[in-house]
Nanobody
């Protein structure tokens, strides 16, 4: 069973940056396809970014050009670099293993104007 633990959330001013991390455990092979999602209060959970085991990436329209997803297979860790943050990026950010459908517990990101 895969366990995912996110970290790196916090409070930042608009225009600032944060880097989220998601560490996977319980898997003895390289990372499979992984994703970051977010959920703002009163809204549905939405895709932020995906990365495949070969390194191909895909982004939600609202974050293209500002966020970058990457992974380190040796550390079984997926990262989300978030730049030029906006108040509308405020949400709980979740990591997901797309092979097992396992979710992390989420990390809060708050962007103040």
């Amino acid at each position: 069973q895969v366990q995912l633990v996110e970290s790196g959330g916090g409070v930042v001013q608009a225009g600032g940056s944060l880097r989220l991390s998601c560490v996977a455990s319980g898997r003895f092979f390289m990372l499979t396809a992984m994703g970051w999602y977010r959920q703002a209060p009163g809204k549905q959970r939405e895709l932020v970014a995906h990365i495949t085991s070969s390194g191909s990436t895909n982004y939600g329209d609202s974050v293209k050009g500002r966020f970058t997803i990457s992974s380190d297979n040796a550390k079984k860790t997926v990262f989300l670099q978030m730049n030029s943050l906006k108040p509308e990026d405020t949400a709980v950010y979740y990591c997901k293993d797309l092979c097992s459908d396992a979710w992390g517990q989420g990390t809060q990101v708050t962007v103040s104007s």
